[in-house]
């Protein structure tokens, strides 16, 4: 498998319909206006930004999937997405700052120099400003290439459209998050696996995050470790290294599907 998968494989593998096509270019001035909150924002994308390109829109009359609304959200279209990133570019926050910059719900696919990522956020209403949204619950998936080309082709044939368990627009959001969240666990543990209750999704979910900061605590206690000179200070940190490594273990049990 290449190093970046298409934009057309994954439209493909999302199986967005004929009449939910929009294949426009989105100018670089709509997200500096929109999405970029500081200067440093604005450099990144001027920098870093080679091409934004608007895909499809998810609608009621497009996929055949009902609107969502409640007190929080109203979901009235998801936005498929594609951008194309310079080399050294600031992927992670650019990536932030897309979803944030974009009113409706976005699934996003994003090339750089290091492969190809997909990533979705929900949106809610703004808590002091009605007209406006906030992004959160953003999940970026690993570079596919990082992964494997098993785990990758199960991934990309549990994106479709057609196979989603989805009532209604949030569902769909929903279902994408949970992929997502499926394929960088399997980077982790080697194999794609799509959990079937919601509390074995939250569980993973919370294990995914779990891992991370574990493996970052380990990290910087190992350069301690490395750096002290005093046998005790060493002993203690030792000690907590070993620690982290039981609850990453505990992480990983999770991550898998199993109990902890």
């Not at 967005?16 to 909150?37: F, I, N, T, W, Y």
Request: proline share 4%; glycine share 6%.
């Amino acid at each position: 498998m290449s190093e970046r998968l298409s934009f057309a494989a994954v439209i493909q593998a999302i199986g967005l319909p004929p009449d939910a096509r929009v294949d426009m270019r989105v100018p670089k001035k709509l997200l500096l206006e929109q999405g970029a909150p500081t200067s440093a924002d604005k450099r990144a994308i001027q920098d870093g930004l080679d091409e934004l390109q608007w895909f499809g829109a998810c609608k009621p009359t497009t996929i055949g999937v009902p609107a969502f609304r409640d007190e929080a959200r109203e979901y009235l279209e998801i936005a498929v997405v594609g951008c194309m990133f310079r080399p050294g570019a600031r992927v992670a926050r650019l990536i932030e700052l897309i979803h944030r910059a974009i009113p409706y719900p976005v699934f996003l696919i994003s090339q750089d120099d290091g492969g190809t990522r997909l990533s979705t956020a929900h949106k809610r209403h703004a808590q002091n400003e009605a007209a406006k949204t906030v992004s959160e619950l953003l999940v970026v998936s690993p570079p596919l290439a990082a992964v494997g080309e098993a785990a990758t082709s199960e991934f990309l044939s549990s994106l479709s459209l057609s196979g989603l368990t989805s009532q209604t627009l949030f569902d769909i959001v929903e279902r994408w998050r949970e992929r997502i969240e499926a394929l960088d666990a399997a980077r982790k543990m080697g194999s794609f696996l799509l959990l079937a209750s919601q509390d074995s999704i939250e569980k993973r979910r919370l294990a995914l995050a779990k891992y991370e900061n574990l493996l970052k605590e380990r990290a910087s206690l190992v350069a301690q470790a490395k750096r002290s000179k005093q046998m005790n200070e060493q002993v203690s940190l030792n000690l907590r290294i070993k620690a982290i490594d039981a609850e990453i273990d505990r992480a990983k049990a999770d991550i898998s599907g199993g109990a902890s």
